[in-house]
């Protein structure tokens, strides 16, 4: 199967990377990727493009596009003028295509997605976020970008996500699992997680039967609070598998996760790596 790897090719930008409609792996660990933003211009440059268009697709791309050239009856979008009298900016037109619709595994840990605009700040002017392109993607990696929120993720929906993983980083809730319903698989360790309440977006993941939140000395500040385990069996309900222990094998009589055990704290940011093996 087609596969692309830059590991710690200095790669700053989506834009540099010749990226193919037939990949069906992207691994781009340890570089310096800030953004996941894509330009429609880049999109048009892609090898086979037209190919991978599919109109009859649920994918919609709103491309906010003020260019006029682009205002025309190619099939690849749908130019539908809904502006009222009076309004100066141009309507948007609707993209529904799979541009990566092969792609399944996407590797984007290491890198700096921190610095992605946040979710409450509209995209520049004929953008899109990547993983909008990727339909089917089924496993992907934003462990160690320092991401304090899930802006990345907020504004896309995942359905086929099955494992994701947001390990090393600084997020303080679960919120963003909103994008991924089918989630299968999470690993969060080491973020900052610090109450139960922070937790409790799981359920909007019913599937979930592995969830890794601790592993050695690598936790969650929640990790150590009275009601742990049940906060999380509340959430998720039919886990099997709860930071490497197996449910149906006497996990609740695990030691690690007894309210008479001692303290094990959450996680210091100065002790985390700040990178995390491809």
Request: proline residues 8%; aromatic residues 4%; negative net charge.
């Amino acid at each position: 199967m087609p596969s692309l790897s830059l590991i710690a090719c200095d790669v700053s930008s989506l834009s540099d990377v010749a990226l193919s409609p037939s990949l069906t792996s992207i691994n781009l660990h340890s570089n310096n990727v800030t953004s996941l933003v894509v330009s429609y211009d880049y999109l048009k440059g892609i090898e086979d493009y037209k190919d991978n268009v599919n109109v009859n697709d649920n994918v919609n791309v709103k491309i906010n596009d003020n260019d006029d050239d682009n205002n025309n009856n190619d099939d690849d979008y749908n130019n539908n003028n809904n502006n009222n009298p009076g309004d100066t900016a141009p309507s948007l037109p609707v993209l529904r295509l799979h541009c990566f619709g092969k792609l399944k595994e996407l590797n984007l840990s290491s890198n700096a997605l921190f610095k992605h605009p946040p979710h409450t700040v509209p995209l520049p002017p004929s953008t899109t976020n990547l993983l909008s392109l990727a339909p089917h993607l089924l496993t992907l990696d934003l462990s160690a970008n320092s991401l304090t929120d899930w802006s990345v993720t907020k504004t896309v929906k995942l359905p086929s996500l099955e494992t994701l993983k947001v390990s090393y980083n600084d997020l303080g809730d679960l919120t963003g699992l909103t994008s991924f319903p089918n989630l299968v698989n999470l690993e969060a360790k080491g973020n900052n997680l610090s109450t139960p309440r922070s937790i409790l977006p799981l359920s909007n993941c019913p599937r979930i039967k592995v969830l890794t939140l601790q592993e050695g000395a690598v936790s969650n500040p929640v990790c150590s609070t009275d009601g742990y385990l049940s906060a999380v069996l509340g959430a998720a309900p039919f886990l099997s598998t709860l930071d490497g222990s197996d449910l149906d094998a006497g996990f609740q009589d695990d030691a690690r996760y007894s309210t008479s055990s001692p303290p094990r704290g959450g996680h210091s940011r100065s002790s985390l790596p700040s990178q995390v093996p491809p």
